[in-house]
């Protein structure tokens, strides 16, 4: 192991440990500051050596290959929090980071879709599948998607004693291992028992076979994770869109995500309320969500406002 990779370790270590981040967060991390580390070494310098000037043409260097803006505000964000560490932890005597900022990320505005395609998507989820159990499972995915507007990370790994006795409210593990509880419509609960009353059977049966215990999650595989994996319900997602008839690449987990919370808003919630039911630690990154309320009080003034009325 290289100087570089022990201080990134330690970095890791300290960050899961203090910030109880997620092993995706982490791994995104590692990706990044691995990524800086070999630019540094194919240029004769090293994370103990590089200075601000260093920094700032690794920040150059990214544009010029053409990476997102939001993948260049990322990965210069895991830098400066990789400095600050090795400062505070007296692996440097400065912190070479300090002022420098990374590139104002775009604030575009999130796909969506309309309720009518939901509800297109919701139909086709019932009838996909090659069998009655698949059908369920589908149809389950996507109604407690819709009405929790879970991360797709929550969804999949959704423990079944989450659901178990047809609870109102479901608790729900989020980034950084936060818990929050929401709300479970009609429609979710019915997908739930109606998913339950075939997943259970196959467990046991499984369980019997095998001699190990039935999976303990909503949405089981027979993969290393134990659940459905985050890829193959994105593809899922896009076969379902195939069968609804609406265009497969505007619609993604996250666009269901998206839909949840501007449906809520589109029909009176506040932003604080979303927030907590996204599981934003932000309400900025909840603000993104305003283009809805931007366009409803415009309706409202066009369609109540006595100067705006018709004679």
Known sequence: MTGGDRWISAFLDAHAAEMNAARNTQLAYGRDLQDFDGWLTGRGSSLASADRETIEAYAIALEAQGLAVATRARRLSSIRQFYRFAHDEGLRDDNPSLRIKGPG???????????????????????HGRSHAERMRNSCLLQVLYATGMRVSELVSLPDSA?????????????GDKERMVPLSSAARDAIAD???VR?????????????????????????????????????????????GIPPDSVTPH???HAFASHLLAGGADLRSIQTLLGHTDISTTEIYTHVLDERLKSL?????????ED
Request: aromatic content about 6%; charged content about 35%; hydrophobic content about 40%.
């Open 163 to 175: 659901v178990r006795g047809n609870p109102d409210m479901v608790l729900i593990r989020g980034k």
């Open 200 to 244: 259970d059977p196959e467990e046991e049966r499984k369980a019997r076979a095998t001699g190990r215990p039935a999976s303990r999650f909503l949405f089981p595989s027979r993969g290393k994770s134990g659940h459905l994996t985050r890829v193959r319900f994105f593809l899922l997602v896009k076969e379902i869109a195939v069968r609804a």
């Open 255 to 257: 666009t269901l995500r």
């Open 105 to 127: 990320r775009e604030r575009r505005l999130p796909k969506t879709l309309r309720v009518a395609e939901v509800d297109r998507l919701l139909d086709a989820a019932r009838a």
């Open 301 to 309: 003034v066009l369609e109540r406002h006595p100067l705006a009325r």
């Open 195 to 197: 998913w339950l009353s």
